[in-house]
């Protein structure tokens, strides 16, 4: 099941700031969402309760950067709401 993966504005902002190697993993590992968004093999995918009543995903990229995702499975979309680095995570939403 292939999905279609939509970034924020705010996202796209965020990759085009970070050196160029980190753009290009980044940019990979936000194209495997497209055929596999859940947790469990390929990748550190884990559901977590941020938002009462939504599903929300985090994915590490490279021990170095958090992305936070939802998962429209009727409509087959990927939303990417944000990417943050670890520390900048850790201190928005604590320890998931």
Do not use: C
Not at 8 to 26: A, D, L, Y
């Amino acid at each position: 099941m292939t999905f279609l993966v939509k970034v924020r504005n705010t996202v796209i902002h965020f990759i085009n700031s970070v050196p160029e190697k980190s753009q290009r993993i980044i940019t990979e590992a936000l194209a495997r969402l497209e055929d596999d968004p859940f947790p469990g093999s390929g990748g550190n995918k884990e559901r977590i309760n941020l938002r009462k009543g939504r599903e929300v995903y985090r994915m590490h990229i490279a021990r170095k950067f958090t992305v936070f995702y939802s998962v429209d499975l009727p409509n087959k979309i990927v939303r990417v709401h944000e990417i943050l680095t670890i520390e900048q995570a850790h201190k928005k939403y604590g320890r998931l």
